[in-house]
């Protein structure tokens, strides 16, 4: 099975450990990323420049009706929803769930109603739930569950979340995450 698309949740902590996992990927990662991070509105810029010092793959932020490319990272821009329509991102502007704008949970639960077993997500620290539910819709349609282990995030509750909430495929030390993800893109398009 051939994966298309990664999506990645995170909050506090979030940074570092995006960073770290994206420090991991080889250049020729062949999925596209898609990522929500927790943060203000305020802050733009600066989250995609800290990312792309840690990343071999281009780091942009995601434009309503902008094509979903293999080897590139697409963060949500603060303040918006990112969801996935086949083969696109669309921006949202919704009221909050779960307290954030943008929300995990919506960009998982469609990203799964548009790639199906086709799909990987991740969860990575944070301080609520945000994801659990959108992971579990993932599993359900037949994607990959993937976590950090809850011991070595800087905030444990948003990856014990997701583990509750599903029967995940894998929880692993964040370090081990990127590689993990490089060995099923990778052997699975080969």
């Given amino acids: 099975m051939k994966f298309e698309l990664v999506v990645i949740g995170a909050s506090w902590g979030g940074v570092h450990a995006l960073q770290t996992l994206f420090e991991s990927l080889p250049s020729d990662f062949p999925a596209a990323i898609a990522v929500v991070k927790h943060r203000d509105r305020g802050q733009g810029e600066e989250l995609m420049t800290a990312l792309q010092r840690h990343s071999r793959l281009p780091v942009a932020e995601a434009e309503d009706k902008g094509s979903i490319r293999g080897g590139s990272i697409c963060l949500a821009p603060p303040d918006y929803h990112l969801l996935i329509e086949p083969g696109r991102f669309a921006l949202s ?10 929300a995990v949970d919506i960009l998982f639960q ?33 994607g990959l569950a993937v976590v950090q282990d809850p011991a070595t995030a800087e905030k444990g509750m948003m990856p014990a979340a997701a583990i509750h909430a599903t029967e995940v495929d894998a929880v692993l030390p964040l370090g081990e995450i990127g590689p993990y993800l490089a060995h099923c893109c990778i052997a699975a398009s080969a």
């Fill in 110 to 142: 469609s990203a799964a109603d548009s790639y199906g077993e086709k799909l990987i997500g991740v969860i990575l620290t944070g301080l609520n739930d945000d994801g659990a539910q959108g992971l579990a819709r993932i599993k359900k349609l037949g």
């Fill in 93 to 102: 502007i919704e009221a909050p769930l779960n307290h954030a704008r943008p």
